[in-house]
């Protein structure tokens, strides 16, 4: 394999982990970002991101003499062979991707780029981007490709490592060639395309595993008013291996940084191109939908009225294995608790202080005891694992309710009951 001369911009979840990951397979890699607080805790390999194993990827990468932070684009890339582009593209206006961090990094690094070098789009970005990016170089000596991450937040450093696919699309065979290339190590299947289907697979990705979530939850609800068990349900189809057994866990609406921007994105793609994509459209209006039933279920298991009951709150990241709050299902549920009147403590074990902006709507406590102290109810949010060891007879005895809303399906009933709980689950 060769080495490769590596620049990565941008050192959010998907550029620092992309960087520790290209350096632990033998590249140097030199990551940029603009914010220099993080790149100097980088340098003494402190990450902030909640990620297993990514510290001390990042901590050998340092040692080894293979990977380097600095701060701005023009230190990044002089020297570099591929560049990738990490940055942010958030939901914009009309639910479009926003490109302006992808346009800043680009004019800002045009005329320092070596011939023959090849820039890559990581990032989520709409078809045609890979053109604009040519567009914006100005320049006939280097290249662009697209090569789209499908790392999930909590085992990203594992996706990285052992992907399911490797997916390189450019224009310029030649460029598609030498970035996959760099991935060789993990001997992964490799599809090589067109930039403008590259650009598309992770929208296509992204928006079919939202579909599958808000299915099961509409199935859930159905359960409810039938009398089956969403459990059962999804147990049989599972085993159907058209289905499988991923996505098919009820909760309370699916959110986090890449799901809600990518489906808003991927429907504004479609309008633009005068195709009405119903089903997507269904697909986001049945997860929007959902956070009002779960409001409906705790407001009917604590009596119906929430003002002025206190709930604890168990979860506040979008997904466990992560401290990611980014449109958090938990936290758009406890705003929707808020304004019904409720008085809200939540726990988290990735998070163990308010977020100023974020958080305002409760009180981040560090203990779970808190959380339960005098409690009409506590409401599992996030599938944390270790909710499930709780000493779940201590919590009992502190609360003032008995009841505990199992808005992921987590928790062993009978544990709960043997306790003195009663609990509400999702789809039973």
Same mark, same amino acid.
């Given at each position: 394999m060769f080495v490769r001369r590596v620049a990565v911009v941008g050192a959010g979840y998907v550029g620092l982990t992309s960087a520790a990951c290209l350096a632990s397979l033998g590249h140097h890699v030199v990551c940029a970002d603009i914010d220099e607080q993080k790149v100097e805790q980088l340098r003494r390999a402190q990450v902030a991101i909640?990620?297993?194993?990514?510290?001390?990827?990042?901590?050998?990468?340092?040692?080894? #003499?293979?990977?380097?932070? @600095?701060?701005? @684009?023009?230190?990044?890339?002089e020297n570099a062979e591929v560049v990738f582009l990490c940055v942010p593209t958030p939901m914009g206006e009309g639910g479009a991707a926003d490109l302006k961090a992808v346009e800043a990094a680009v004019a800002e690094m045009k005329d320092l780029l070596a011939p023959g070098t090849v820039v890559v789009n990581k990032s989520t970005v709409p078809v045609g981007t890979a053109k604009r990016v040519l567009e914006l170089l100005d320049r006939d000596d280097v290249f662009v490709a697209s090569n789209p991450e499908f790392l999930r937040e909590g085992s990203a450093v594992k996706d990285f490592m052992h992907p399911d696919r490797i997916v390189v699309g450019s224009d310029?065979?030649?460029?598609?060639?030498?970035?996959?290339?760099?991935?060789?190590?993990? *001997?992964a299947p490799t599809v090589l395309m067109d930039a403008?289907?590259?650009?598309?697979?992770?929208?296509?990705?992204? &928006? =079919?595993? $939202?579909?599958?979530?808000?299915? @099961?939850?509409?199935?859930?609800?159905? &359960?409810? !008013?039938? *009398? $089956?068990?969403?459990a059962n349900v999804t147990e049989g189809m599972g085993f159907d291996q058209r289905i499988g057994q991923s996505f098919l866990q009820p909760g309370p609406g699916w959110g #986090?940084? &890449?799901?809600?921007? /990518?489906?808003?994105?991927? %429907?504004?793609?479609?309008?633009?191109? #005068?195709?009405?994509?119903? %089903? %997507?459209?269904?697909?986001?209006?049945?997860?929007e939908k959902q956070s009002r039933l779960i409001i409906n279920k705790i407001a009917d298991a604590v009596g119906g009225d929430l003002a002025g009951k206190k709930l604890g709150l168990l979860g506040l990241a =979008?997904?466990?294995?992560?401290? /990611?709050? !980014?449109?958090?299902?938990?936290?758009?549920?406890? #705003?929707?608790?808020?304004?019904?009147?409720?008085?809200?403590?939540?726990?988290?074990?990735?998070?163990?202080?308010?977020?100023?902006?974020?958080? /305002?709507?409760?009180?981040? @406590?560090? /203990?779970?005891?808190?959380?339960?102290?005098?409690a009409n109810a506590l409401v599992v949010l996030t599938e944390w694992p270790q909710f499930r060891s709780l000493d779940w007879a201590a919590l009992a005895g502190t609360m003032t309710g008995q009841v505990v809303v199992d808005t992921r399906n987590l928790l062993d009933v009978d544990i709960l009951t043997r306790a003195g709980l009663t609990s509400h689950g999702v789809g039973r």
């Open positions: 909640f990620e297993p194993d990514l510290p001390e990827l990042v901590q050998e990468g340092i040692a080894a #003499g293979r990977l380097e932070f @600095v701060v701005g @684009v023009r230190n990044a890339v310029a065979q030649n460029a598609a060639e030498r970035v996959s290339a760099l991935y060789a190590r993990l *001997g403008a289907s590259a650009e598309l697979v992770k929208y296509s990705a992204n &928006c =079919f595993l $939202a579909m599958k979530l808000s299915y @099961v939850n509409a199935m859930a609800e159905l &359960c409810e !008013r039938l *009398g $089956a068990d969403i #986090g940084s &890449c799901l809600p921007k /990518d489906t808003h994105a991927l %429907l504004q793609i479609a309008e633009a191109a #005068g195709h009405e994509f119903e %089903l %997507l459209s269904a697909t986001i209006n049945t997860n =979008f997904k466990a294995g992560t401290n /990611d709050l !980014r449109d958090s299902p938990a936290l758009k549920i406890a #705003g929707l608790l808020k304004k019904e009147g409720a008085e809200l403590v939540a726990y988290d074990p990735a998070i163990p202080n308010a977020v100023e902006g974020v958080t /305002d709507d409760v009180t981040v @406590v560090d /203990d779970v005891q808190q959380a339960a102290k005098d």
